[in-house]
């Protein structure tokens, strides 16, 4: 990749950004209508005329009825849909909005519908314009919000929801080369005011960026901190399956019933990712929060010195320490009212 942040992208470049997908029958592109997103299916495009039998793209706009001006910017992309040669759905989010959390709720209905429109195309992979940038904010949400080392990590090139696999061609690209290749190419793109609307909390961090920058925190830098942490956390997972076979291999023991003196002896980060394997692998309200998990392991860790047992629910399982063993089983249902069945 150049270092010029406001170089268009290559053709060249675009072969080597999708070459991991160059072999499957179908990808499923996320198309909003804005720069990043046109950007994607523009270059998509054009990387695939460059085979013989390329993968098929269906492009997929989710309108997610908070805007008047999105059903007309779906209209939008799917005109330049079909002057690309690109199969196009417009896909909407129905039913009542919830009065908080709104960009989280968009958020979960849009991956949801994304995935639909994937099995539906009979694609494995769904792409996403997600750039630099938006990997910096990301960090720094996450930051803000007292995540871990895989919650730093930000996102990943490819990572797997709801059974696809979502795939991040860009997340080494700035915007500014994205609109560039745009503005040469003469193909225009949505503008989203919601973007810069300063009562969401990734609108008032962007903003923060020029700040940062100028103190040596530009997106370049953020990106590369994610990356370094992502590497030292794939790194804590190759420990953590390691301690999972250690306790597999003391009579049997599985991450739902294990036993505690060999637990205790981990290291406290490989003791809580197993606690939360074992959480999220039983349990039926997940995944289970790391706040709570810590706090979880440390009364697990009193209950261990006092020699007293334990039982607390968390993520829909029980976790119970008696006799010198930690068990992780199925907690009872929920009723309507909140309270678990007996």
Do not use: C
């Not at 909003?32 to 523009?42: F, K, Y």
């Not at 007292?146 to 080494?172: C, K, T, W």
């Not at 920058?213 to 590497?231: F, H, N, P, V």
Request: no cysteine; charged share 30%; proline share 5%.
């Amino acid at each position: 990749m150049r270092d010029d942040d406001n170089s268009p992208i290559s053709a060249t470049e675009a072969k080597a950004l999708f070459a991991d997908w160059k072999g499957l029958p179908a990808l499923v592109l996320a198309v909003s209508g804005g720069p990043d997103s046109v950007a994607l299916m523009w270059l998509a495009a054009r990387w695939r005329r460059s085979f013989a039998r390329g993968p098929r793209l269906v492009a997929v706009t989710i309108d997610h009825g908070l805007r008047t001006e999105a059903a007309r910017e779906a209209r939008e992309v799917k005109r330049l849909a079909r002057a690309l040669d690109v199969e196009h759905r417009t896909l909407r989010w129905t039913g009542d909005k919830p009065r908080r959390g709104v960009p989280a709720a968009a958020r979960e209905a849009r991956y949801r519908l994304l995935a639909d429109a994937a099995r539906a195309a009979r694609a494995s992979h769904v792409l996403t314009a997600h750039t630099r940038d938006d990997q910096a904010e990301t960090l720094l949400m996450r930051l803000l919000r007292g995540s871990g080392i895989a919650g730093l990590s930000a996102m990943a090139r490819e990572s797997e929801r709801d059974g696809i696999r979502l795939a991040r061609p860009f997340l080494d690209v700035p915007k500014s080369r994205l609109i560039a290749t745009l503005n040469k190419a003469k193909i225009a793109f949505a503008d989203d005011p919601t973007n810069r609307d300063t009562a969401f909390a990734r609108p008032r961090l962007r903003a923060l960026l020029p700040l940062l920058a100028a103190e040596g925190g530009d997106a370049r830098g953020l990106a590369r901190l994610a990356s370094r942490l992502a590497r030292a956390n794939a790194a804590v997972e190759v420990l953590a399956d390691g301690a999972e076979r250690y306790l597999a291999l003391r009579d049997g023991a599985s991450l739902s019933g294990f036993d505690a003196r060999a637990f205790a002896s981990l290291p406290e980060e490989i003791r809580l990712r197993l606690l939360r394997r074992g959480l999220d692998q039983v349990g039926h309200e997940g995944p289970s929060e790391l706040g709570k998990v810590e706090a979880l392991l440390a009364a697990l860790d009193r209950a261990m010195v006092s020699r007293s047992g334990l039982k607390q629910t968390l993520a829909g399982a029980v976790v119970t320490l008696s006799r010198g063993r930690i068990r992780i089983t199925p907690a009872p249902p929920r009723r309507r009212d909140g309270k678990r069945m007996p």
